[in-house]
């Protein structure tokens, strides 16, 4: 098992900045990729953005391409989500996720999940 635990939500102006982190633990060493979703209500969930643990290559959705970083420090175990230049599009819980097997946009290549936290983007 892997458990994922989110941080960093909060309420922000349009244009603002947050960067969301993803702490993972247990049997971190299955991990072959890491990704974001998100949630606005109503909707349905929505990938974001994902990398590789091992090499760190990434992959964006393309309305956040040029807005948001997705990154991961491996010694500590933890997932991040720079996101600049916010807008009110955004708001939406963030979920982070982990697959076993490939990256991928898809949810259901995702075997683990976090209980995700909320960012609002006032206008």
């Known amino acids: 098992q892997v458990q994922l635990v989110e941080s960093g939500g909060g309420l922000v102006q349009a244009g603002g900045s947050l960067r969301l982190s993803c702490a993972a633990s247990g049997r971190t060493f299955s991990v072959y990729a890491m990704g974001w979703f998100r949630q606005a209500p109503g909707k349905e969930r929505e990938y974001v953005a994902a990398?590789?643990?091992?090499?760190?290559?990434?992959n964006y959705v393309d309305s956040v391409k040029g807005r948001f970083t997705i990154s991961r420090i491996k010694a500590k175990n933890t997932l991040y989500m720079q996101m600049n230049s916010l807008k009110p599009e955004d708001t939406a819980v963030y979920y982070c996720a982990a697959a076993q097997r490939r990256i991928s946009q898809y949810k259901d290549d995702y075997d683990y999940w976090g209980q995700g936290t909320q960012v609002t983007v006032s206008s």
């Open positions: 990398i590789t643990w091992s090499d760190s290559s990434t």
